[in-house]
């Protein structure tokens, strides 16, 4: 790659238009086009389509173990990256190939697939109504901060077998984490040493949550492996999740056809979430994938141990394949926004369920539902790997809260069953740590860990 032909992700281009910026390299380099990331570390990022599929689907040219990467093993990286919270290796399904990635994936779609598909939803429903209870009386709401932030990670915690207090904390945390701050490397060691208490906890009590599951699955993960699972669980789904409820309600609220079209029955929010999926994915960029051996793609010449990202934004609206960008895609899945392949993400259905229902139950409590500022007075904030609105004022007629609201859209009472399994009375842990915001001393027995680990399995020599 040529150091002079590579735009900074981290740059002030992406973080103002980053879709503007993806059709430029598109236009200069074709479908994949040399970016380089914090630190000037050297990336191919895929803007093809094609491209994407063709990376996803072929391990055996495009690793995901990513201590192929060359740069870290020469010693191009440093320890206190901002990167590494997302790229580190990690004992996880994802970052696994072959036999390993059968093991691992294999716990943790395993362990999902237990979760009560309808038990999940009225769960969802019920959080729904509360959150709508705390604002409804108000006549307003900013509805990122007071309920796309706030229903995902509900869920979340409670699928994992955390209690609601940690909900918001891990939010701050996860966003600063995935966004790659100058606070991130001590927002993943909150995260992490949080799940690894909860993991601690759930050794003695277990529970029917996904943490109980994985410490009992047939492939026998470590606990270090369970810990690492549910971080990834955590941090993914509620940071796509998020961004793709934002992402539909502000197309409910600024899209007069839109909304009549769901209101006319002529469009369910299931089909409107995947036409959001193809042109706003929650994730803009995933990184990554590593060549394993010299290679060709999209016209460029692939090194062994270049780091590639999905660019799943930027292929979704390729040309060669949606010449027609304005045409309608209700209901199609074959976009990229949960990518492709072996590695597709198994927690995509819960993240559709999250979106559907509890904006369908929003709507439904609110029903004269509205922007509450001019479309042209929304913001967004871009990182290197996604996008999304920093508000989102809406305004209606003020109602009473219905506090004693217990049961889903279709008015079936939860029952005792699904009360004892959702709502476990437990002893609640220990509170969480002050937030990261504020100084905090990391455990010194976890500091940086990707660092020495890393030198160990890379052969790379110790700094000291």
Not at 54 to 77: A, H, I, K, L
Not at 111 to 134: E, K, P
Not at 356 to 377: F, N, Q, Y
Not at 408 to 433: K, N, Q, V
Request: glycine content about 8%; charged content about 25%; hydrophobic content about 35%.
């Amino acid at each position: 790659m040529s150091e002079g032909a590579m735009t900074d992700l981290f740059g002030p281009e992406n973080a103002k238009d980053p879709m503007g910026l993806y059709e430029r390299l598109r236009s200069e380099h074709g479908p994949v086009a040399p970016v380089r990331l914090d630190g000037d570390v050297p990336a191919w990022l895929l803007l093809g389509y094609r491209e994407n599929l063709e990376v996803t689907r072929t391990p055996s040219r495009f690793s995901r173990d990513s201590r192929q990467w060359r740069d870290w093993r020469e010693g191009r990286v440093a320890d206190d990256s901002r990167l590494l919270p997302v790229i580190a290796w990690q004992p996880t399904c994802v970052f696994a190939d072959g036999d390993e990635h059968e093991r691992l994936r294999a716990a943790v779609t395993e362990s999902m697939a237990r979760f009560d598909r309808r038990g999940i939803r009225r769960h969802i429903t019920r959080l729904t109504h509360q959150l709508v209870n705390d604002f409804c009386a108000d006549g307003e709401a900013e509805l990122l901060g007071r309920f796309a932030q706030q229903l995902p990670l509900l869920v979340l915690t409670h699928l994992l077998g955390m209690p609601d207090e940690y909900g918001p904390r891990l939010v701050e945390a996860s966003r600063d984490l995935i966004k790659g701050s100058e606070t991130a490397i001590r927002s993943n060691e909150y995260v992490t040493e949080t799940i690894r208490q909860l993991v601690e906890r759930k050794r003695t009590r277990p529970g029917n949550d996904l943490a109980s599951w994985l410490l009992t699955h047939p492939s026998d993960l470590t606990d270090d492996e369970v810990v690492q699972h549910l971080r990834l669980v955590l941090l993914t789904g509620n940071e796509t999740t998020t961004n793709l409820m934002a992402n539909t309600l502000r197309m409910v609220l600024t899209d007069p056809r839109f909304r009549a079209s769901l209101a006319g029955g002529h469009m369910t929010l299931p089909d409107a979430v995947e036409h959001v999926l193809w042109n706003e994915p929650p994730l803009t960029v995933v990184p990554g994938r590593w060549a394993t051996g010299d290679t060709e793609l999209g016209g460029q010449q692939i090194k062994a141990g270049d780091m590639l990202l999905l660019g799943l934004a930027a292929g979704n609206v390729d040309p060669a394949i949606r010449p027609d960008i304005a045409a309608p895609m209700y209901g199609n899945r074959s976009h990229l926004a949960f990518s492709g392949g072996p590695h597709e993400c198994p927690g995509q259905d819960i993240g559709r369920a999250i979106t559907d229902t509890g904006i369908d139950t929003l709507l439904l409590r609110l029903p004269d539902l509205r922007l509450a500022v001019p479309e042209s007075e929304l913001n967004w904030v871009s990182s290197w790997v996604s996008r999304h609105l920093v508000a989102l004022p809406a305004e209606f007629m003020p109602r009473r809260p219905e506090p004693d609201i217990m049961e889903d859209t279709a008015g079936t009472p939860l029952s005792p069953e699904f009360r004892a399994r959702w709502m476990p009375e437990e002893e609640p842990p220990a509170p969480p740590r002050p937030p990261v915001t504020e100084p905090v001393a990391p455990p010194p027995r976890r500091a940086r860990w990707w660092g020495p680990l890393w030198r160990r399995l890379l052969g790379r020599p110790s700094d000291g």
